[in-house]
């Protein structure tokens, strides 16, 4: 069991930046790739990035791609992700998930954070 917490959510101006946190605990973090998802009111789960369980290699959905940024400090058990120009369509409740695979294709096997809203004003 993989237990997350995300935080750093909130509410921005278009154009703004946030950077969110997201600690895990329980088994041991650098075994797991880890993702980004969001949610938005209406619309189903979209993945946002990945991350290799060894920090080399990320992945980003088109929409996000040159405004988000993914990392993790294995020895701080902690994913992020820096999210830069900030548009009012990347409102939404963001997840962070372990055991992704790395093109965010859901199997059902991940592990879940309980979310943090990320609300940006236009």
């Known amino acids: 069991q993989v237990h997350l917490v995300e935080s750093g959510g909130g509410l921005v101006q278009a154009g703004g930046s946030l950077r969110l946190s997201c600690a895990a605990s329980?088994?041991?973090?650098?075994?797991?790739?880890m993702g980004w998802f969001r949610q938005a009111p209406g619309k189903e789960r979209e993945f946002v990035a990945s991350i290799r369980w060894n920090g080399i290699g990320t992945y980003y959905a088109d929409y996000v791609k040159g405004r988000f940024t993914i990392s993790r400090d294995n020895a701080k058990n902690t994913v992020y992700l820096q999210m830069d120009s900030l548009k009012p369509e990347d409102t939404a409740v963001y997840y962070c998930?372990?055991?992704?695979?790395?093109?965010?294709?859901?199997?059902?096997?991940?592990?879940w954070g309980q979310g943090t809203q990320v609300t940006v004003s236009s």
């Open positions: 998930a372990a055991g992704v695979a790395l093109s965010g294709s859901l199997t059902g096997n991940e592990y």
């Open positions: 329980g088994r041991t973090f650098s075994n797991y790739n």
